[in-house]
C-alpha cells in the first residue's frame, strides 16, 4: 500500500484495474463505483452541480507549470 493511502483507496484502485473485466468494480455501471466505501461522504451532488471547491490549489498565475513542488493540498 502506498504510504498515505487508506485501505479503501487502495481497495476502490485494486477492484478497478482487476484483470478480467467482468470482476471490475464498475462492471455495472456507474452507480457501484458511487456506492463503494471510498466514496461514503463524497459529496457528489456538489461536484454535479459544479459547486464542489477544488483540494488543488496551485501556486502559480501561469497556466503550464511543470514544478510539481508549487501545488498545495488543503
Request: charged letters at 30%; one cysteine or more.
Amino acid at each position: 500500500m502506498p504510504k498515505g493511502f487508506s485501505s479503501r483507496a487502495v481497495d476502490f484502485t485494486n477492484r478497478c484495474i482487476l484483470r478480467k473485466p467482468g470482476q471490475r468494480l464498475g462492471k455495472e455501471g456507474i452507480v457501484e463505483l458511487k456506492n463503494h466505501e471510498w466514496f461514503h461522504d463524497f459529496d457528489w451532488n456538489s461536484l454535479i452541480s459544479m459547486k464542489m471547491k477544488s483540494p488543488l490549489k496551485p501556486m502559480t498565475l501561469d497556466n503550464i507549470d511543470y514544478n510539481i513542488n508549487k501545488t498545495t493540498f488543503d
